[in-house]
């Protein structure tokens, strides 16, 4: 089962990586978020616990490529953002945590940030490609989520994130 959800990642991955303006994921948005609780840098983090704020839920691996570029994106939008109630959870869906930390020696990462390496949490969001963004309302809802990450349309998720946290 595991092999065949990271090939299947995977495979989405490449799909996605040779799109050339990245896609929305195709997840229901204004669903409910699905709710998790994973070990973190120190102790365990859960969605529910940030009920009020808006919580931008990003997943991620080690041998991708387009991560390099968000890590130093969320840092910026969490610097930006935090005091209006944003909240930035990267989880990372690598099954060898050495790997994961490796990645968090080279970029830094002032957020919070979870640990799956079953990818249950990734199978709940119904994450087709590296790195999923989510944008989770102060109720809980799923109100913007996209595939991929490039510079030039980080404005249009920053927009997506003022919006909701003017709500």
């Known amino acids: 089962m595991r092999r065949r959800l990271?090939?299947?990642?995977?495979?989405l991955f490449l799909i996605f990586a040779a799109a050339p303006n990245g896609s929305a994921v195709t997840r229901d948005e204004h669903a409910p978020a699905?709710?998790?609780?994973?070990?973190?840098?120190?102790?365990?983090?859960?969605l529910h616990d940030y009920r009020g704020k808006v919580v931008f839920?990003?997943?991620?691996?080690?041998?991708c490529v387009p991560c390099r570029?968000?890590?130093?994106?969320?840092?910026?939008?969490?610097?930006?953002?935090?005091?209006?109630g944003l909240v930035?959870?990267?989880?990372?869906?690598?099954?060898?945590?050495?790997?994961?930390n490796d990645f968090?020696?080279?970029?830094?990462?002032?957020?919070?940030?979870?640990?799956?390496?079953?990818?249950?949490?990734a199978e709940?969001?119904?994450?087709?490609?590296?790195?999923s963004s989510f944008i989770v309302s102060r109720t809980g809802r799923i109100v913007y989520s996209h595939a991929g990450?490039?510079?030039?349309?980080?404005?249009?998720?920053?927009?997506?994130?003022?919006e909701a946290l003017s709500k």
Do not use: C
């Open 6 to 11: 990271w090939f299947s990642l995977l495979s």
């Open 34 to 46: 699905p709710d998790f609780t994973l070990p973190a840098g120190s102790g365990t983090v859960s």
């Open 57 to 63: 839920v990003d997943f991620w691996a080690s041998w």
């Open 69 to 84: 570029q968000s890590f130093p994106w969320m840092s910026s939008m969490l610097e930006r953002y935090s005091a209006q």
């Open 88 to 100: 930035i959870v990267a989880i990372n869906l690598d099954k060898n945590r050495e790997a994961a």
């Open 104 to 121: 968090l020696g080279k970029f830094s990462a002032p957020f919070i940030v979870a640990f799956d390496p079953a990818g249950k949490t």
């Open 124 to 131: 709940s969001f119904h994450v087709e490609a590296m790195p």
């Open 149 to 162: 990450f490039e510079q030039a349309k980080a404005r249009t998720v920053e927009d997506q994130i003022m």
